[in-house]
């Protein structure tokens, strides 16, 4: 697999030549200051691309070109969107940047309740706490039929929770699920996504998921006319926040977006910490199964918990077989090369990193982005891929 790494753009503390002392060889960014919707110029990926080539690495992945809202309801000006979506995607190909990873996440991105999660050793991780989200969603953003989303013991927990909140845990809370998180696609205010959120219950989850299939058969036939390839993201988590529909939760939901429009370009961002966060996903098989068509790899752990809270674990050490899926990942890069197929070797990062102690009075290190801490996921990867690796061969 290609060692790739997260970067944020010139103005991303972790710089280009730290990466590359990292070992990683593939630059995983995005042209973040362009609005969503617009265009991607030539210009601006051109100009990016040369700066990440200067410093010895290859732009491997865009992630992510962001879907606008209007994509995903199909109301507003959302043909002219789908329409510059396309001409980014000739762009990027035009420059040399083929594998584009983008997301059809309702409302909100990935998203965390607690940034700073204390570990036993004193390191820090993120978290998702479904008793500190139902809090939120029931009892201060006070969202309409939110009761309705959770059993009787979340809302008793999620009761107790509330009432000794003090106003600062209250406003950090709401900062951490609706302010936007690194990679994201924006923020809300409490009104605003109130509105929004409403907008997509409406649409259910069956029109939502026609929503995904009619855009993607209007980008799919684009992407392979110039040799890109598409690759989803799962929802993070992979269950439904707000009472929201989520369509790229499953394999079952892989299944159907492939299906839906078939082609090589069509294809998945394989993100372990995601689909992981279920206990109903078998990663290892989802490789097996979907391994054509797996174009993109998030290598990410977690630790889950029966109400579907989980945080972010060492990266060998959560509930997900990270040697069996990079076995899997491998035999599939393996096929490839011996069938004679012509897709490339899969880009793979280490996902997010838990924040260490040479960090952790840094202000500008980014929630799941640290340096140390995704180095040293990368180095464990590394030491797994080689291995595995050689008793393939």
């Avoid at 006319?225 to 790229?248: E, K, N, Q, T, Y």
């Avoid at 990410?300 to 990266?315: C, M, Q, T």
């Avoid at 202000?363 to 799941?368: I, M, N, R, S």
Wanted: net charge negative; proline share 5%; glycine share 8%.
């Amino acid at each position: 697999m290609i060692e790739t790494w997260r970067w944020f753009g010139p103005s991303d503390s972790i710089s280009l030549s730290k990466i590359a002392q990292a070992g990683a060889t593939g630059i995983v960014s995005s042209l973040h200051e362009i609005k969503t919707g617009d265009v991607w110029p030539l210009e601006a990926i051109a100009e990016r691309k040369k700066i990440i080539e200067d410093a010895g690495l290859e732009w491997s992945v865009i992630e992510s070109i962001p879907v606008h809202n209007d994509i995903k309801t199909r109301t507003g000006d959302f043909q002219t969107y789908i329409d510059n979506y396309k001409q980014s995607i000739r762009n990027a190909a035009e420059c040399g940047v083929y594998t584009i990873c983008y997301n059809f996440m309702p409302v909100v991105d990935w998203t965390r309740t607690n940034l700073m999660y204390k570990l036993p050793n004193n390191s820090h991780a993120l978290r998702f706490e479904m008793t500190d989200f139902a809090a939120y969603d029931i009892y201060l953003l006070q969202r309409d039929g939110a009761r309705q989303s959770y059993a009787p013991e979340v809302i008793a927990k999620a009761e107790a929770r509330f009432a000794k909140m003090s106003d600062i845990e209250k406003l950090e809370l709401e900062k951490n699920i609706i302010a936007g998180l690194p990679g994201g696609e924006g923020s809300y205010t409490r009104e605003t996504i109130r509105s929004t959120i409403q907008q997509f219950i409406n649409l259910g989850t069956e029109g939502f998921r026609q929503n995904l299939f009619l855009f993607l058969q209007e980008i799919i036939p684009v992407a392979e006319s110039v040799g890109a390839l598409m690759c989803i993201h799962p929802d993070d988590p992979p269950f439904s926040l707000f009472g929201l529909p989520r369509v790229v939760s499953t394999a079952d939901d892989a299944r159907k977006l492939l299906q839906a429009a078939p082609g090589k370009a069509n294809g998945l961002t394989l993100c372990a910490g995601s689909y992981g966060a279920r206990c109903d996903n078998n990663l290892v098989e989802m490789a097996k199964e979907f391994g054509p068509q797996i174009h993109f790899v998030h290598l990410r752990n977690v630790i889950r918990e029966a109400d579907g809270s989980f945080y972010e674990s060492d990266h060998l050490a959560g509930d997900n077989d990270m040697v069996g899926l990079v076995q899997a990942l491998l035999s599939e890069e393996r096929r490839r090369q011996t069938s004679g197929d012509d897709l490339p070797s899969i880009p793979m990062r280490p996902d997010h990193g838990h924040l260490l102690e040479d960090e952790l009075n840094q202000k500008d290190v980014k929630p799941g982005y640290s340096y140390v801490g995704r180095l040293k996921g990368l180095a464990e990867l590394r030491g797994v891929i080689h291995t595995v690796g050689a008793l393939l061969k």
